[in-house]
């Protein structure tokens, strides 16, 4: 079993930046692709970002192209989402999720163990 416990969530204004970071333990990610979800209120969950086991394949939703970046430190166990220039539309509860494969995919379903989600809310 894979445990994920993401941080680095909270407030900020509109242009500013924050660093997510999703630490697993119970068992290594150094072989799971790994993926950026969020939730916003009253809509589905959609994907940001996914990277491959050794991080040299990334994927990003047309709208965090450009501003989001995900990365891998399999040594610490971790993945991040840095996430710069915010808009108020990026306001979510943005969670990580792995998969035993270690190419990384879009789909939810793709995806056995999930974080419980921090909330990043961006005021205009």
């Known amino acids: 079993q894979v445990q994920l416990v993401e941080s680095g969530g909270g407030l900020v204004q509109a242009g500013g930046s924050l660093r997510l970071s999703c630490a697993a333990s119970g068992r290594t990610i150094s072989v799971y692709g790994m993926s950026w979800f969020r939730q916003a209120p009253g809509k589905e969950r959609e994907f940001v970002a996914a990277?491959?086991?050794?991080?040299?394949?990334?994927d990003y939703a047309d709208d965090a192209k450009g501003r989001f970046t995900i990365s891998r430190d399999n040594a610490r166990n971790t993945v991040y989402l840095q996430m710069n220039s915010l808009k108020p539309e990026d306001t979510a509860v943005y969670s990580c999720?792995?998969?035993?494969?270690?190419?990384?995919?879009?789909?939810?379903?793709?995806?056995?163990?999930w974080g419980q989600g921090t909330q990043v809310t961006v005021s205009s």
């Open positions: 999720a792995a998969r035993s494969l270690g190419i990384a995919a879009r789909s939810p379903a793709s995806y056995a163990y």
């Open positions: 990277i491959s086991w050794i991080g040299d394949i990334t």
